[in-house]
C-alpha cells in the first residue's frame, strides 16, 4: 500500500532528523499526518453486506461490511460516512538499559449510539541501529533487532547531522482508523 511505504519513507527519515541538541536531550521527535475522506453511501445489499459509497469526485467503491460492523442494519442510503485514518512516526535514542516498549498493541472500540462507528488502532515499535550513512547520496542504511537492513535516500543531507554508526533508535508507528456515520439530510 502507497501508505504504508510512505510511512516507512517518513520513520527512516525521522531517524536522521533530530538535531544533536535534541540527539543528547533524548527527546523524542513525532510526526504525524491525518486524512480525512467523507463519502455518501449510494446503495446497501443486505444479504451480501455490501455498501457502494460515493465520493465527492462521484467515483464509486464497493465495501464488504464483515460481522465486526455491528450496526450494520442501521444504515441507509444517502448517510455520511467518514473516515479519518491518522498515522504517526516517533524516534528517539534508546539507552541500551532502557527498557524495551512493546512491539505491537492493537484496539478496536466501538463508537457509543445507535450509528454505527467506532476506531480501530495499532501501534507497533521497533528498534534499529543505524549501519551506515552515505552523506553524498544522502541515505542511511539500518538494521532491525531480527537483521532486516534496509536503505532509504534522505531528502535534506542535514537530516543525518548528529547520528553515527551504532546509534540504536526506537521508532514506533501509530495507526487509526476512525469511522463515523451522519445519517442522511431529510
Do not use: W
Not at 17 to 33: C, L
Not at 154 to 173: F, H, Q, R, S
Request: aromatic share 4%; proline share 5%.
Amino acid at each position: 500500500m502507497r501508505t504504508h511505504f510512505r510511512v516507512l519513507i517518513m520513520a527512516v527519515t525521522l531517524v536522521t532528523a533530530m538535531s544533536p541538541a535534541a540527539f543528547a536531550a533524548q527527546k523524542p521527535v513525532t510526526i504525524g499526518e491525518a486524512i480525512t475522506e467523507t463519502f455518501t453511501i449510494e446503495a446497501i445489499e443486505h444479504s451480501t453486506r455490501m455498501v457502494t459509497l460515493k465520493d465527492k469526485d462521484g467515483l464509486l467503491e464497493d465495501v464488504i461490511c464483515g460481522p465486526e460492523v455491528q450496526r450494520f442494519d442501521a444504515l441507509k442510503v444517502g448517510d455520511q460516512v467518514t473516515f479519518r485514518y491518522h498515522e504517526s512516526v516517533v524516534t528517539a535514542l534508546r539507552h541500551s538499559t532502557s527498557p524495551a516498549a512493546a512491539p505491537v498493541s492493537a484496539g478496536v472500540s466501538r463508537t457509543p449510539g445507535a450509528a454505527p462507528g467506532g476506531t480501530i488502532s495499532q501501534q507497533m515499535t521497533a528498534t534499529v541501529t543505524i549501519e551506515a550513512i552515505d552523506t553524498k547520496i544522502p541515505s542511511v542504511t539500518v538494521k532491525t533487532t531480527n537483521g532486516r537492513r534496509s536503505s532509504f535516500k534522505i531528502a535534506d543531507p542535514k537530516n543525518l547531522t548528529g547520528y553515527k554508526v551504532g546509534d540504536v533508535v526506537d521508532v514506533t508507528y501509530t495507526q487509526a482508523l476512525a469511522v463515523s456515520v451522519t445519517p442522511a439530510k431529510k
